[in-house]
């Protein structure tokens, strides 16, 4: 049964700073990753997807990697900003076909 | 193209009261989801349509939760009796078949019970 980890659970970091958001997953035999964004109150905005077959995903100032050998995922953010203050989710996709599984999610704050 | 569609955003009932949420997918999604999330937890599935057929609904509290697809298109999820504990945030999510493409979500109905 796959299951996802999120660390660390909460972040706070200067404006300005580079970080990583790390996502673990015990099955490596995934379809795809998804890294979503939800902010208080609101529904999930997808970030970036990234296939099996991929090692990683840029979007902007978001790069995503894959290393399904070892059952990891990181976030990179570069330059953060306060508007980067959201909760970060980690997303497996196990098979064709069959749903997400979330972690618990990270939950970042972004000081000025 | 039009992302997913709730109703309604927010809805607060007492216990034993019913309550039903209402999701239109994305256009041309055959597949169709329910997530539930509690308050500091990550989305948790509770049910899956596929067109109009239920692929995954292991997780559903059945005695109490029930979800249908009709036409393959809109979906329904009813709660009846609610428990304070169902106080959550229901999310109704589409893809295109087998999830390739990932997945969209919506807005989300924040339940509460009282």
């Known amino acids: 049964k796959q299951e996802v980890t999120q660390i660390p659970a909460a972040l706070s970091v200067p404006e300005g700073e580079n970080l990583v958001l790390n996502c673990s997953f015990t099955?490596?035999?995934?379809?795809?990753l998804q890294w979503f964004r939800q902010d208080p109150g609101k529904g999930l905005t997808s970030l970036l997807l990234?296939?099996?077959?991929?090692r990683e995903q840029t979007s902007g100032r978001l790069n995503a990697s894959l290393d399904k050998s070892s059952g990891r995922s990181t976030l990179y953010i570069a330059a953060s900003q306060p508007g980067d203050s959201a909760t970060y989710l980690c997303?497996?996709?196990?098979?064709?076909?069959?749903?997400?599984?979330f972690g618990k999610g990270t939950t970042l704050s972004v000081s000025s | 193209e039009a992302g997913v569609a709730q109703s309604p955003r927010y809805k607060i009932i007492e216990k034993r009261q019913s309550v039903a949420f209402w999701c239109n997918p994305i256009?041309?999604?055959?597949?169709l989801y329910w997530y539930q999330q509690i308050l500091g937890q990550g989305p948790k599935l509770l049910i899956q349509?596929?067109?109009?057929?239920?692929?995954?609904d292991s997780q559903l509290p059945k005695d109490r939760f029930s979800a249908e697809r009709l036409k393959g298109v809109d979906s329904t999820l009813k709660i009846q009796p609610a428990k304070l504990e169902d106080s959550a945030v229901y999310l109704c999510?589409?893809?295109?078949?087998?999830?390739?493409?990932?997945?969209?979500f919506g807005s989300g109905t924040r339940l509460t019970v009282v």
């Open positions: 099955d490596s035999a995934i379809y795809n």
């Open positions: 990234i296939q099996s077959s991929q």
């Open positions: 349509f596929q067109n109009n057929g239920v692929v995954d």
């Open positions: 997303a497996a996709h196990n098979q064709a076909g069959t749903a997400l599984i």
């Open positions: 999510a589409s893809s295109s078949w087998k999830g390739k493409n990932g997945y969209t």
């Open positions: 256009s041309g999604h055959a597949t």
